[in-house]
């Protein structure tokens, strides 16, 4: 009989979080911007490395807005490859996202391999984006010996904030 309780316990609990993660859980589509240009926004790091603070624009063109910073750093870790690993915190400061950030990491190349395609995950988030995971899938669609424009597909998932335990919940007694 205990074994029985225990049984329906277990799976009513299983199904409350189940429910719970599928309530909290949202969902962020986004097609943005970076504008790298190669004399400013980043400066030397070390061997192979270099510092970014890249803009994020909401479209493709001059006129568009920047609508944060992509900050890290760039690494060609594997100098017998064209790739470069980028490391960096997403940090938005204006626009609908403003007061978030995704942490974001993975390689790039040169606009003439592989399509100027590839993937970053998203392994993070803070503000609004908090739990965030995902994948930003980049198209690069301009590059010249000044400057490179990344197109991102951006599909994360993320839970606000309000659905974690505030800082004052954690270690509470019932
Ligand atoms: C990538 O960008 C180029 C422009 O450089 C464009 O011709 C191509 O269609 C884009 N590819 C995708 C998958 O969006």
């Known amino acids: 009989m205990a074994s029985y309780y225990a049984i329906a316990l277990l799976s009513m609990l299983a199904f409350s979080i189940l429910v719970a993660t599928a309530l909290d ?27 970014i603070n890249w803009p994020i624009k909401d479209g493709p063109g001059d006129a568009a807005n920047t609508i944060g910073h992509a900050e890290g750093l760039t690494t060609n870790a594997n100098p017998a490859k064209p790739f470069w690993v980028t490391i960096m915190d997403m940090v938005f400061e204006d626009g609908s996202l403003a007061g978030s950030s995704l942490e974001v990491m993975g390689l790039h190349s040169y606009k003439n391999i592989n399509l100027g395609q590839g993937q970053w995950s998203v392994m993070g988030g803070t503000g609004e984006l908090t739990m965030a995971r995902g994948i930003i899938n980049y198209n690069i669609t301009q590059e010249d010996s000044a400057s490179r424009t990344f197109e991102l597909c951006i599909y994360v998932y993320y839970t606000p904030l309000d659905a974690i335990l505030a800082l004052g919940d954690v270690g509470r007694k019932p």
């Open 25 to 51: 859980d949202k969902e962020l589509k986004a097609t943005l911007y970076i504008k790298q240009s190669f004399a400013q926004d980043q400066r030397p790091g070390g061997t192979d490395t270099v510092i």
